[in-house]
C-alpha cells in the first residue's frame, strides 16, 4: 500500500508570494491533518480535515488555509508568505474518524526568501 | 501552553545500553499516546503507541511506560543502535484536541 505523498518536496519562495503544497493520503484514510515543523517551535498543528470538513485548526493566522476533496486529497495554502513561514509541513493521514494512528508523508521543505 | 512535555533534549547512549525518554502531560481528556521516530530528511514515523488503561507495552526492543496518576510516560530503547540514531517525539491525542507533540530528543547512538 502506498504511503501518504506530498508535492513538491521542496519549494522556494519569495516573502509576499503565495504557495500551494499537496497531500495524498493512504488508500482509503479518509482524515487528513496537516503539521508545521521548525527547529524552533516543533511540531505545530495546523488544520484537520474530514469527509472535505474542516474539523479543527491549530492557532496559525488566516494566511493559512486548506481544503480537502472529495478523493480525500488535501492542498494547503499560504498566502503573503513571511520569512517565519520557512519550515517543513508536513501532511498525515489517517482512518475515517480515528486522530489516533496517524501516518506521515515526507514533507514538503518550504524557504522563504 | 505546552501540552506535552519532553526530555531530555538530546541523548548519547552507547551501542548496547538503554535509552529513555520522558514526557509528561497536563489534559486528562488525552487517551491515546504514541511515539514517533523521525530521520533527517523524512516524516515522523509510528513506531509504538500506548492507551491509559495499561501501564506498559512492549515492541521488539521498544518498550513504552505510562503512569496515569503522575501524568508521565517514558520510551525505553533496549540494546539501542547506531541505526536508532533519530529525533524521537512523543505525541498526545484525545477529545477534541488533536495530536499534540513534545519537542523532541534528538538520540545519538555511539559504537
Known amino acids: 500500500k502506498a504511503g501518504v505523498t506530498q508535492t513538491p518536496r521542496y519549494l522556494i519562495k519569495t516573502r509576499g508570494q503565495q504557495v500551494t503544497l499537496s497531500c495524498s493520503p493512504i488508500s482509503g484514510h479518509r482524515s487528513v491533518s496537516w503539521y508545521q515543523q521548525t527547529p524552533g517551535q516543533g511540531l505545530q498543528f495546523l488544520f484537520e480535515?474530514?469527509?472535505?470538513?474542516?474539523?479543527n485548526k491549530g492557532n496559525f493566522p488566516g494566511r493559512f488555509s486548506g481544503r480537502q476533496f472529495s478523493n480525500s486529497r488535501s492542498e494547503m495554502n499560504v498566502s503573503t508568505l513571511e520569512l517565519g513561514d520557512s519550515a517543513l509541513y508536513l501532511c498525515a493521514s489517517s482512518l475515517e474518524g480515528s486522530r489516533n494512528e496517524q501516518f506521515f508523508g515526507p514533507g514538503t521543505r518550504l524557504t522563504v526568501l | 501552553q505546552q501540552q506535552v512535555k519532553q526530555s531530555p533534549q538530546s541523548l548519547i547512549v552507547q551501542k548496547g545500553g538503554i535509552s529513555i525518554i520522558n514526557c509528561a502531560y497536563e489534559n486528562t481528556a488525552f487517551d491515546y499516546f504514541p511515539w514517533y521516530q523521525q530521520f533527517p530528511g523524512k516524516g515522523p514515523a509510528l513506531l509504538i503507541a500506548i492507551r491509559p488503561d495499561v501501564s506498559e507495552k512492549k515492541e521488539g526492543r521498544f518498550t513504552i511506560s505510562f503512569n496515569k496518576s503522575a501524568k508521565q510516560f517514558s520510551l525505553h530503547i533496549m540494546d539501542s543502535q547506531p541505526g536508532d540514531s533519530a529525533t524521537y517525539f512523543c505525541?498526545?491525542?484525545?477529545?477534541?484536541?488533536?495530536?499534540?507533540f513534545g519537542k523532541g530528543t534528538r538520540l545519538s547512538v555511539i559504537a
Open positions: 480535515y474530514f469527509s472535505e470538513t474542516q474539523r
Open positions: 505525541a498526545a491525542v484525545g477529545g477534541n484536541t488533536p495530536l499534540v
